[in-house]
């Protein structure tokens, strides 16, 4: 299902029930959705419904301390993301053997969400993802990617939808990331022009070169300590850090205004370029901006992340 096309996107069995069969009551354990704090976990509650067709639940906080609310009204959709992201671990640890000490990297990420179904309520948002999972790979019998599309759906009404592609590899080093592995993190940009309070959570840096400042460029600010965008030690750049990234560099181009993405189309790796395109964003324009006919120059939003791998790289699953 999307925005402008009604169909379902997962096609359930006849049988299956509405949210009512999920709970909403305790957390996923936190290792079957890649997290080290409890208090990050989304997911409540999954089953199986059919051959690669499952149904999870997922509690949004009113007031997550990183994915805030946007201008005090709407989830933040970037939780939708984060939901799938959490869906997809799961699913392929609990179904289809993925070792729980591998690593889970993002190579393709879309989502949408329907604003009016995200708007606070006095309750936390109680989320249900119909998901179907796709292009299932194997290597020697272990799990090394598929594929997750979804429907979101906030009390019978359609809240979004979403495809991710999930890439896993063995474990490395659990040193990787540590001990001098990311390169000095460079000034970030004042907190308030990429909506953010604490300087902590910018993740663009201020672009060394005058030339850079005069564009839309900025250097990518990578914080391996940082509590929610690293869960672990890593030597990749994790996807929801671009995702982010992209948010702020819209936010950036728009400042002064508030914006508020209504989704987004990521694709892992990046070309080898010297200045990396971000996620593209769509609908992410203030609403001055589009009264007066004007968008965010998308197409000129760019970072610089600096050597290292990225996500998704390295040899082909």
């Known amino acids: 299902m999307s925005l402008t096309d009604p169909t379902l996107t997962v096609p359930l069995p006849p049988d299956a029930r509405d949210e009512a069969d999920l709970h909403f009551v305790r957390t996923a354990p936190r290792h079957l959705v890649d997290r080290s704090a409890v208090a990050e976990v989304l997911i409540t509650d999954w089953r199986r419904l059919g051959p690669d067709v499952f149904r ?9 301390h990183f994915y805030a609310p ?9 939780l939708a993301a984060e939901s799938l992201r959490q869906a997809s671990v799961l699913v392929g640890q609990t179904y289809y053997g993925v070792p729980a000490d591998h690593d889970f990297t993002i190579a393709e990420l879309e989502f949408e969400v329907a604003p009016g179904a995200i708007l606070l309520g006095t309750r936390p948002a109680e989320v249900r993802l119909d998901v179907a999972a796709t292009n299932v790979r194997h290597r020697h019998g272990t799990p090394t990617a598929l594929t997750l599309e979804a429907d979101l759906l906030r009390g ?8 991710l592609t999930l890439h896993t590899t063995a474990p490395r080093d659990p040193a990787a990331g540590e001990g001098g592995g990311y390169p000095p993190l460079p000034d970030p940009v004042p907190p308030a022009i990429v909506g953010r309070l604490d300087e902590r959570d910018v993740v663009l840096g201020v672009p060394g070169s ?3 400042r005069r564009g839309l460029v900025w250097d990518l ?53 010297p200045v990396r395109p971000l996620p593209h964003l769509r609908d992410a324009a203030p609403r001055a901006g589009r009264e007066r006919g004007r968008r965010p120059p998308g197409h000129r939003l760019a ?3 600096p050597g290292l791998r990225q996500p998704g790289g390295g040899e082909p699953v």
Request: aromatic share 8%.
């Open 156 to 163: 019978g009404d359609f809240a979004g939808a979403g495809r």
């Open 56 to 64: 999870l639940g997922a509690q949004w906080p009113r007031g997550h």
């Open 221 to 273: 600010r990578i914080d391996p300590g940082h509590p929610v965008l690293f869960n672990h030690p890593t030597d990749e750049i994790p996807g929801m850090v671009l995702l982010e990234a992209a948010r702020q560099a819209v936010q950036a181009a728009c400042a002064p205004y508030r914006v508020r993405p209504r989704g987004t189309a990521q694709r892992l790796p990046f070309p080898p370029d």
């Open 303 to 305: 970072v610089r992340p």
């Open 210 to 212: 005058a030339g850079a």
């Open 70 to 78: 946007i201008a005090g009204a709407w989830y933040d959709p970037l």
